[in-house]
């Protein structure tokens, strides 16, 4: 502790000290610290939640004058504007998204006082409330809901905002809420902000989504990834691929210059083998080729007789149809004549 902070508790009582002492642990102990708040957590509830936090983070509720000197005195003056109210102060080592996430996670539904603050808009839904005929109709329509009494209850005809967000719940509408079992509220630890690596983050600075900034960190990682294997920049990740792609192309470049290297031969004897048997399958006499290739050329001559008959059936139907077409050229001379004679004898 600095000598000004020294000066600062040097008047305290000793039991002040000590807690001080006890909070100044927690913000040097943790990576992360922050302020939550406590409000309207019934002391059952919160000790529940801070034995849930248990192996992940800390979280100690003091006067906030001791937990203003104690931030003070670690420089987390920034802080200090966040305690107000009923308010602790949480350490961990998470890092603050995990530690947003995790108090997000805890907070549970509850009932909502008269006089609170509404913290978002309180909906009484559409449907059958299981309420009897009787005054409650009357309360439900008092506090703004479309109700009136069908089939021997009372129904909610269609969902009814009966308080914005940020007005004060009246008395009839504590009643209400409480008589269909309405819980508006979420009761937990509310992260205020959250000092990590001397960073000051606040709640919306960490309300993200995770899985889809995931996605999105993956999606540039890969565009950067292809934009480096495109413009050939080679880094740690991206040079396997291009040395890869580089002895391809080597590769593609020798077999097609016929380049007489070692490691090309295997591939240039395969290629050359290829294109002499296809120059076997082209020579019709068996006999002129050598006796490792003449299996090539009796391969072959299936192949070609097959061709031949497809060649014959084709010349075949030519000849039939040249034939039919013969066969009605006569069918119209024929006709012509006889129109002739006709014509002879009409004028002869």
Known sequence: MSAQAERKTENLPQWKKEEVDEL????????????????????KQL?????????????????????????????????????????????TDENPFSLYKELEASKTPA???????????????????????????????????????????????????????????????????NELGIEPKEVGLDLRAVIADGVLFSPEDLDIDIEAYRSDVSTAAARARNLSLNASFPTATTAPTLIAKATGEAKSLGLQA???????????????DAQLRAIAAQIDDEEALPDELQDVAAAAEPAAAEDEDESTDDQTEDEAETEDADADTDDDDEDDGDGAAGLGEMFG
């Open 24 to 43: 100044a642990q927690i913000i040097d102990e943790y990576e992360s610290v922050g302020v939550v708040g406590i409000a309207g957590i019934p002391s």
């Open 47 to 91: 000790q529940d939640m801070r034995r849930d936090l248990h192996g992940t983070a800390v979280l100690r509720v003091s006067r906030n004058t001791l937990q203003t000197r104690a931030l003070e005195d670690a420089g987390l003056g920034d802080l200090v504007e966040h305690i107000e109210g009923q308010v602790g102060i949480v350490g």
């Open 111 to 177: 009932p909502i006082n008269e006089g609170e603050v509404a913290p978002n808009d309180i909906v009484i839904p559409e449907g059958d409330t299981g309420v009897d005929p009787g005054p409650f109709v009357g309360e439900l329509q008092g506090v703004g809901a479309n109700a009136r009494i069908e089939e021997g209850s009372i129904q909610v005809m269609e969902d009814s905002t009966v308080l914005e967000a940020g007005g004060t719940v009246s008395a009839d509408l504590t009643n209400v809420l």
């Open 258 to 272: 016929a380049i007489e290297d070692e490691a090309l031969m295997p591939d240039l004897v395969s290629k050359a």
